[in-house]
């Protein structure tokens, strides 16, 4: 008998050869048809609400984790609201999302089992750190109002301390900042930031302390809830400020600390809000106290200034001045008023002068030698030398008398023309 692959090199093709789909699409068919539905027990982690209202989350315990999804109909029939480390018992059929070729549990229905094992972990250590009083608001100190050096024990490079740096920039803090740097997330986290805290005891550098990171999940934010942790924050000396996660976030170290922050960010607002305040108060002082003295000054100026006119004209010099003033003032006055007079006379000699040439005989012969002048040129030209020196030519009979019309002339009459320069006899023909 050949062997696999004696029968591969012979060319023997053997079974089919399948795609991707259609492996995964049998490899569907047999689950969904040989696991039959049932009930499945576990804590919800990753949970995710898409818009679309279907939710997606996982199921886990201490061995495995699978997924899940509750579409949007079922969703919305369940009673209980699932959320992050909550123990629940879901019933639901297992299925393949074939373009991933990962099986999930269809889940039809929810049922609450209680609190996750991290959350009953989280209470009761809650409950047992607050009978010791570690949590009593009396043993909380008072936060120093404006602190010069701030020690801030997180990740060195997470966004928090990203954004704890920036709002105290753009507030104008000045003060100093010193990253601890320390996990805060994982095993040995919350022991690494319990050293951090022990080594900012011994620098003695720092007025307060920031302990914090961003959010996360429950997982995420464990290392703030572990003991040794807590324990450290209430034993530090130096004031601390817990800055976890986000708002509705809530770990064993905010109830220990002595002031807790919503996140990294509110913090940075806390430690610098007096700084602001009295900087604010600073600049209106220094506004008010600027147009308080730019006033006096000005007050004092115009004092000043009246005294050196009530001076100068006091003064002897200030006399001579006014009386030189005084003096140019009727001086001119003088002149204006000679000047006036002397233009009245001056008009009415012009206005006498007028009316006698107007009276004048001398006036009257000369108009009316005007009038004898006009009327010559005219007679000069209206007279018959005027017309001989524009070329014409007066005919004169035999004695004398010019001669007007054709008619008057008879054939070899004797006639004289006279020109403008002579006569000439002629005769007519």
């Known amino acids: 008998m050949r062997t696999r692959e004696e029968s591969l090199a012979a060319g023997d093709a053997g079974p089919e050869v399948e795609s991707v789909s259609a492996f995964t699409r049998r490899v569907k068919t047999v689950l969904e048809s040989g696991v039959r539905p049932g009930w499945v027990r576990g804590e919800v982690t990753n949970l995710r609400a898409q818009a679309s209202g279907h939710v ?14 509750l579409f949007r109909g079922d969703a919305a ?18 299925s393949v999302y074939e373009a991933r070729g990962q099986y999930q549990l269809i889940v039809r229905v929810v049922i609450e089992d209680g609190v996750g094992k991290l959350q009953r972990e989280f209470e009761a250590l809650k409950a047992r750190l607050a009978a010791e009083g570690l949590f009593a608001a009396e043993r909380k100190r008072a936060m120093p109002a404006m602190p010069a050096c ?18 105290l920039r753009r507030r104008g803090w000045r003060g100093r900042v010193v990253v601890l740097p320390a996990k805060v997330q994982g095993e040995g986290a919350a022991a690494e930031m319990a050293a951090m805290l022990a080594l900012a005891q011994e620098l003695g550098i720092f007025d307060t302390i920031v302990i914090g990171r961003g959010g996360g999940s429950l997982e995420d934010l464990w290392a703030f809830n572990e003991e040794v942790l807590v324990r450290a924050v209430v034993a530090c000396a130096v004031p601390v400020i817990s800055a ?6 809530f770990t064993l170290c905010d109830f220990a600390a002595d002031v807790r922050a919503e996140t990294p960010s509110a913090a940075a607002e806390l430690i ?5 305040a009295c900087a604010e108060r600073t600049e209106q002082a220094y506004e008010a106290m600027r147009t308080l003295l730019e006033s006096a000054v000005a007050r004092a100026g115009e004092r000043l200034d009246h005294a050196r006119s009530r001076l100068r004209l006091l003064s002897p010099g200030g006399q001579i001045e006014q009386g030189f003033l005084r003096l140019d003032d009727f001086s001119n006055r003088l002149g204006a008023a000679l000047r006036a007079a002397v233009q009245t006379h001056r008009q009415h000699l012009a206005d006498a002068r007028a009316r006698l040439a107007h009276a004048s005989p001398q006036t009257r012969v ?5 009038r004898l002048l006009s009327l010559w040129k005219r007679l000069q030209a209206a007279s018959p030398a005027s017309v001989l020196h524009r070329g014409f030519v007066i005919m004169r009979d035999e004695a004398g008398t010019p001669v007007a019309r054709r008619d008057a002339v008879r054939a070899g009459q004797a006639l004289t023309a006279e020109f403008a320069d002579g006569t000439a006899k002629v005769r007519a023909d």
Do not use: C
């Open 366 to 370: 000369e108009q009316e030698s005007q």
């Open 56 to 69: 997606y989350f996982a199921l886990k315990d201490a061995g495995a984790q699978l997924s899940a999804v």
């Open 272 to 276: 610098s809000s007096e700084f602001v």
């Open 77 to 94: 029939r369940q009673t209980v609201k699932l959320r992050e480390g909550v123990q629940v018992v879901v019933y639901g059929e297992v």
């Open 150 to 167: 701030v020690g801030f024990v997180t990740s060195p490079t997470g966004a928090a301390v990203q954004d704890f740096l920036r709002i």
């Open 244 to 249: 976890v996660g986000h708002e509705i976030d």
